[in-house]
């Protein structure tokens, strides 16, 4: 079987237009509803992809505008870890995943999406999703699907994790 693990596709294409970065424009917005932020920790933040590769896919932002993982500080590197266990724990719990993708897009040639500005993503697998993975990138199904996984993802926040 083909892997499949190209959630910085459409990320890609959508954003190209945009000036700026917009991981730093959100971060310092205060609508983290509309932004999809789901847990703001000290040294980084947790925000749903706007264009999923799969439901529940999530990242994990430095607040910081790093490009490079040699230029994370200590703190950052450890609170993203740390984010990464916790949204795996909530993962589990509100979405029973059979599995996750991690990992990085470092650099134009590997397909990052937002240049300048790394991000942890983490991606839920299940058995068989890649059957309904192009429905799922259909740009219209997915605001309202986006919706319903943030409030649930929250709900778990909310009711089991604490902050
Ligand atoms: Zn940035």
């Known amino acids: 079987m083909r892997r499949i693990w190209a959630p910085w596709r459409l990320e890609y294409i959508l954003d190209e237009k945009k000036k700026g970065c917009i991981f730093c424009e959100k971060s310092k917005e205060s609508k983290?509803?509309?932004?999809?932020?789901?847990?703001?920790?000290?040294?980084?933040?947790?925000?749903?992809?706007?264009?999923?590769?799969?439901?529940?896919?999530?990242?994990?932002?430095?607040?910081?505008?790093?490009?490079?993982?040699?230029?994370?500080?200590?703190?950052?590197?450890?609170?993203?870890m740390k984010l990464l266990s916790l949204m795996t724990v909530l993962l589990k719990k509100v979405m029973s995943p059979d599995g996750f993708n991690v990992g990085m897009n470092l650099g134009d040639v590997a397909g990052a999406g937002i240049m300048g500005h790394l991000?942890?993503?983490?991606?839920?697998?299940?058995?068989?999703?890649?059957?309904?993975?192009?429905v799922l990138s259909d740009t219209k199904v997915i605001p309202e699907a986006l919706g319903q996984t943030y409030q649930k993802l929250k709900e778990g926040i909310d009711g089991n994790l604490g902050k």
């Not at 980084?44 to 992809?49: A, I, Q």
């Open 32 to 80: 983290d509803v509309e932004n999809y932020i789901l847990l703001r920790g000290e040294k980084c933040l947790v925000m749903l992809n706007a264009f999923p590769y799969n439901n529940g896919h999530l990242m994990i932002i430095p607040y910081r505008h790093v490009g490079s993982i040699e230029d994370l500080k200590e703190d950052e590197t450890r609170e993203m």
């Open 119 to 134: 991000h942890l993503h983490i991606v839920p697998r299940w058995k068989g999703d890649c059957n309904f993975m192009p």
